[in-house]
């Protein structure tokens, strides 16, 4: 596959520090994640999923992601069937496929990935050597829409069930069973929710009569519990990715549920109970993580990370001990309730971005319709500690459309906005304040997965009363694009008779349609019309008494309680967190095995704080090799690279100043993307007292495979940058297409040129090189050149020598052989 010929190699070239391939597996499961590379790779659970998986002996869990279109067009060209990171295994070859359901406008990619794959989209027209095609995640809540294209879903926690998924497999393969008895022995593991073991019937308007279950003694699907979330596998070595992620930090997961019960969150009921790792198990994790990362941030990940019992002592002591190695710690859930100036003091003494809260809706009675728990006071206080800590920006998220929203509660979004924003003068400083705006779809499992979602006109309809507000009182708006939401809504309570609808969405090539660049509305409309499909059925009102969609699936929480929370929402009536208060009676605990498990106060093991030195600098001059994949490496991959190199390695490296420190290290020049190189050189500073031999045996430990430290030595901290010290670079440039006419003939039909001139287009402006000029020496050898020069890239020379523009580095291998610097060139 040529990598070059699409936009992000880094996305398809594996081999990642911390990826595990296994030559020899007696099980190939393959993660597979329905987005693009740098989302996928941020996802917390396919994270666990590909440690827990790889521990096992003869089990071999390996990454697949959506391909963006331009490979999607190379796979396809080339006949080429989409295969695992790892060991480019084609997906058709492996024993499981298994999806993450994160998000609905994923499932076009879903179906996209099994053609891409030669997998039939059906599963009654897969063969028995097709893979066993699995689904987890909070979309198999109802994944209805995607039943006859799944042979299971995985409801709930995947820690414990996908071992005994992938255990059921592999028996089932040893003792050569076929697909039907399979299904069998994977239904009888807890969670585990086989489509084709069920039959929805429906009445004459459209509605689901029953839901009739073909399998004697199982008549629902109860979701699986991971009981101990504190002994529970979770990975300290990651993958770590060679470009920039969407969540490029260390993740350690602090807690899992939350019961503070706001009635629209899906996770806030199909993740309960709350059960908490220890400060000790997360001081632990961090600890490894860091070092076999080399990443600069950590991210303490919940649903709301404030409400972790031991989160003051535990963000104290995480300051303390990372903060002379510039670690920045991050909480990216934290609720206006849990904002204590203890915590806001920890925060701001690392990088200051913008501070996020999430009131969701303007007025009083809307929260408290909702259950959100927040009053006007707590926010506007929480605001003004907030800029009063240094923040100048505050980015505040609503939703619209929530059930029983006035046009007037839209309104006192605009007003709530502007009183935060008004919070920063009251203090003395100078503030702004972003308003993100998404619309309200009712999900299955919630209080309010009767109620209707409200159209596309009227989304429109309140976004334009907002954007006119927000304009007049001077704060920024963003918004989500109402087809965006009509289509979430659509699937979020859909059923099985919406899949001939994104079987027909990808032949018209839907793809990506998260993404607003790749979302066609018009492809849809036509789905939908040639399916003979309304989809704004779906986002009608239900009656409280119809079957719906996901009756038969068990998340825990029991309908009669979310029938209580919603006529509680309606009375404008609050319920308590459980997890302080009086049980809610919700109907997930046991109160043995699953219930909710807090940390206790005093469990934060003494943490010592890192003593700040004034170190002595040293540069170190350093040689390295970037071949094979590495050489799909942009100048920018490159850099994460060392950057994480050095810390992974223990190097002593200096940093820049400020709230952004940096490495201290320059690259002699950027090589272009696909050139293997063994002339690669850069200057790092370091603490003094490390010799440079020291440098490349601890970087060498740790670089992937294509990069290697060839040489290295101390020079004068003060000398000056390599890069005026280039004065040529010699190249080895083998040419991959014939050519007519012998190649020593065209080096010597160039060389007589006085001059060869040519115009290149750089950042907007006009470069001229005179590629004779800056040849120092040009030899032909067997289809290769041997060029010496100083400024031209070799593609360019490659052309002008042979005559041929249409040249591209896809025709052309190209060495890097050796940089001749000023005192070593020859006097012409």
């Known amino acids: 596959m040529n990598l070059l010929a699409v936009e992000k190699p880094a996305r398809y070239m594996g081999g990642e520090m911390g990826s595990i391939r296994k030559d020899e597996a007696d099980l190939r499961f393959a993660l597979a994640f329905p987005d693009v590379y740098e989302v996928g790779m941020s996802h917390l659970g396919l994270r666990i999923l590909y440690h827990i998986l790889n521990a096992v002996d003869g089990i071999a869990a390996e990454r697949v992601f959506a391909p963006w279109p331009d490979m999607e067009s190379q796979l396809e060209a080339a006949g080429s069937p989409l295969a695992t990171q790892e060991s480019a295994t084609p997906l058709a070859a492996c024993h499981i496929v298994g999806f993450t359901l994160q998000y609905e406008l994923s499932y076009t990619n879903i179906l996209n990935m099994l053609r891409l794959a030669g997998i039939p989209l059906l599963v009654e027209e897969r063969r028995e050597t097709f893979p066993l095609i699995i689904g987890g995640g909070p979309c198999a809540y109802n994944p209805e829409p995607l039943a006859p294209f799944f042979d299971a879903f995985l409801l709930g926690d995947g820690e414990e069930a996908v071992l005994e998924i992938a255990e059921a497999v592999r028996l089932a393969k040893r003792s050569g069973e076929g697909k039907k008895a399979l299904l069998e022995r994977l239904a009888a593991i807890e969670g585990v929710y086989v489509p084709s073991f069920f039959e929805p019937r429906y009445h004459p308007d459209g509605s689901i009569a029953e839901i009739i279950p073909l399998k004697a003694g199982q008549t629902q699907v109860r979701r699986r519990f991971l009981a101990d979330l504190d002994t529970a596998p979770y990975p300290d070595a990651p993958v770590v990715p ?479 940058s390599l890069s005026p010290q280039m004065a040529a670079t010699h190249y080895r440039i083998t040419l991959n297409k014939t050519l007519s006419g012998d190649l020593s003939e065209k080096c010597e039909l160039f060389l007589a040129h006085d001059s060869f001139v040519i115009q290149r287009i750089k950042k907007g402006e006009r470069q001229t090189i005179d590629l004779r000029r800056e040849t120092v020496s040009l030899v032909a050898g067997n289809g290769s050149i041997e060029l010496v020069a100083g400024r031209g890239k070799p593609v360019e020379y490659a052309r002008a020598i042979t005559g041929d523009d249409t040249l591209s580095m896809d025709d052309l291998r190209v060495e890097k052989l050796e940089v001749i610097f000023r005192p070593a060139l020859p006097h012409d």
């Open 242 to 720: 060679f470009m920039k992620t969407i969540h490029d930090r260390v993740a350690v997961e602090i807690a899992r549920g939350c019961t503070r019960g706001c009635r629209f969150c899906q996770a806030g009921y199909i993740y309960r109970p709350v059960r908490e790792r220890s400060p000790a198990t997360v001081l632990e994790l961090v600890e490894k993580s860091l070092e076999a990362t080399g990443y600069d941030e950590i991210s303490l990940l919940s649903l709301s990370s404030g409400d972790y019992s031991c989160i003051a002592p535990l963000l104290t002591g995480l300051m303390a001990r990372y903060a002379q190695d510039r670690v920045a710690v991050s909480l990216p859930s934290l609720r206006v309730g849990t904002l204590t100036e203890e915590l806001i003091d920890e925060i701001k003494k690392v990088r200051k971005t913008g501070f996020t809260l999430a009131p969701e809706a303007g007025s009083e009675r809307m929260r408290a319709v909702i259950n959100k728990g927040i009053s006007e006071a707590d926010l506007l206080e929480g605001a003004a500690n907030v800029y009063r800590a240094g923040w100048r920006l505050i980015k505040l998220y609503f939703m619209i459309g929530l059930p029983g929203e006035t046009l007037d509660d839209v309104l006192e979004i605009a007003a709530l906005a502007r009183r935060v924003k008004d919070q920063a003068k009251a203090v003395g400083v100078s503030g702004e304040v972003n308003v993100s705006v998404s619309s309200f779809v009712p999900k299955a499992h919630t209080p309010f997965q009767w109620e209707p979602q409200i159209s596309q006109d009227e989304i429109r309809e309140r976004q334009g009363l907002l954007r006119g507000d927000l304009k007049r009182r001077k704060l920024h708006f963003k918004w989500q694009d109402a087809p965006l939401s009509f289509m979430e809504g659509v699937f979020a309570r859909g059923d099985r008779r919406l899949a001939p609808v994104l079987v027909r969405a990808v032949e018209l090539g839907c793809r990506f349609d998260g993404w607003g660049e790749h979302f066609s509305p018009a492809r849809w409309q036509q789905a939908f019309a040639d399916c003979g499909i309304r989809p704004e059925w779906y986002l009608r009102r239900r009656s409280l008494d119809e079957v719906l969609p996901w009756d038969h699936l068990d998340c825990g929480v029991t309908r009669e309680f979310l029938l209580a929370e919603r006529e509680r929402a309606f009375g404008e009536s609050a319920t308590e967190d459980c997890r302080h208060g009086r049980c809610s009676a919700c109907g997930v605990c046991d109160f043995s095995a699953v219930a909710t498990r807090l940390s206790p106060h005093d469990t934060l093991p003494p943490l010592a704080a890192a003593v700040a030195t004034e170190p002595v600098p040293a540069r170190v001059r350093l040689r390295f090799s970037k071949t094979g994949a590495m050489r799909f490496l942009s100048h920018l991959e490159l850099i994460t690279v060392f950057t994480r190199a050095v810390s992974r390695a223990g190097v002593p490296i200096l940093f820049s100043q400020g709230f952004h420190p940096h490495p201290k290290f320059s690259f002699a020049t950027a090589t272009s993307v696909g050139i293997e190189s063994n002339a690669e050189y850069m200057d790092m500073l370091v603490a003094a007292g490390i010799s440079a031999q020291e440098v490349q045996r601890r970087l060498n430990l740790v670089l992937p495979e294509g990069l290697q430290v060839l040489e290295a030595e101390l020079v004068d901290v003060k000398s000056p």
